[in-house]
């Protein structure tokens, strides 16, 4: 419960792993996510007209997109929204910022931007592999196998690119995100949350791919106030 976090596709195997399952209908979490998303589809025609949800009992987020049409939420969201109204609406608001990634298709981007990679990745490969065999032809070497190579060196520089464009890209995202929930009427319950995360000392981390917390409190507030 510590961010909302939009996952690439490589963690999704885990959560599977360590506790998500599907809510089924006539239930009460089902009767919650259901209520919820149709409060914000009626701002927002385009999106989806069902989501599938999940409960995620994996404490280290409270909610993920993993599909254009699949949410996961925290079993400690859901519980808290059930209890009382302040709960509910920080659901909504978690709720609205996920559909604020299936609405702006940030999946699409992520799956597109690690696509890219693969064949950036093979034509270093193969250049790198090149200059080497000239290089063992020209130059005797005592390296062990263990050395790095020429293409370790330019592995890391581009994951290294990689890793700033997320960071940059995620930033946009989720700032996207966090304003989808005010253009949905959910902007008050986000904002909450944003507070409790805050007074429990979840600031955020400059490298991370999500604004710092008070960052995300300042934007949020200035859209409220304009809304």
């Given at each position: 419960?510590?961010?909302?976090?939009?996952?690439?596709?490589?963690?999704?195997?885990?959560?599977?792993?360590?506790?998500?399952?599907?809510?089924?209908?006539?239930?009460?979490?089902?009767n919650?996510?259901?209520?919820?998303?149709?409060?914000?589809?009626?701002?927002?025609?385009?999106?989806?007209?069902?989501?599938?949800?999940?409960?995620?009992?994996?404490?280290?987020?409270?909610?993920?997109?993993?599909?254009?049409?699949k949410?996961?939420?925290?079993?400690?969201?859901?519980?808290?929204?059930?209890?009382?109204?302040e709960?509910?609406?920080?659901?909504k608001?978690?709720?609205?910022?996920?559909?604020?990634?299936?609405?702006?298709?940030?999946?699409?981007?992520?799956?597109?931007?690690?696509?890219?990679?693969?064949?950036?990745?093979?034509?270093?490969?193969?250049?790198?592999?090149?200059?080497?065999?000239?290089?063992?032809?020209?130059f005797?070497?005592?390296?062990?196998?263990?050395?790095?190579?020429l293409?370790?060196?330019?592995?890391?520089?581009?994951?290294?690119?990689?890793?700033?464009?997320?960071?940059?890209?995620?930033?946009?995202?989720e700032?996207?995100?966090?304003?989808?929930?005010?253009?949905?009427?959910?902007?008050?319950?986000?904002?909450?949350f944003f507070?409790?995360?805050?007074e429990?000392?979840?600031?955020?981390?400059?490298?991370?791919?999500?604004?710092?917390?008070?960052?995300?409190?300042?934007?949020?507030?200035?859209?409220?106030?304009?809304?």
């Amino acid at each position: 419960m510590y961010c909302i976090v939009f996952y690439p596709l490589s963690k999704i195997f885990n959560y599977f792993h360590d506790g998500l399952s599907y809510i089924q209908k006539n239930t009460p979490y089902f009767n919650l996510c259901n209520k919820a998303y149709k409060e914000i589809k009626e701002y927002k025609k385009r999106l989806p007209k069902k989501i599938k949800f999940y409960i995620m009992k994996n404490q280290e987020s409270n909610a993920m997109v993993f599909s254009s049409r699949k949410i996961a939420i925290s079993q400690d969201i859901l519980d808290f929204a059930l209890e009382c109204e302040e709960g509910y609406e920080i659901f909504k608001g978690i709720l609205a910022h996920e559909c604020g990634h299936i609405f702006y298709k940030d999946l699409v981007a992520t799956i597109m931007l690690r696509a890219a990679i693969i064949p950036i990745k093979i034509i270093i490969y193969i250049f790198t592999g090149i200059i080497s065999i000239l290089f063992s032809f020209i130059f005797s070497s005592n390296k062990g196998s263990d050395s790095p190579t020429l293409y370790d060196f330019f592995n890391v520089i581009i994951e290294g690119i990689v890793r700033f464009a997320n960071i940059i890209g995620g930033k946009r995202e989720e700032k996207k995100a966090d304003l989808f929930a005010v253009k949905v009427d959910a902007g008050e319950g986000l904002l909450t949350f944003f507070f409790l995360l805050e007074e429990n000392g979840h600031k955020g981390d400059l490298f991370d791919e999500h604004p710092v917390t008070s960052k995300r409190i300042e934007y949020m507030e200035k859209a409220i106030h304009e809304s």
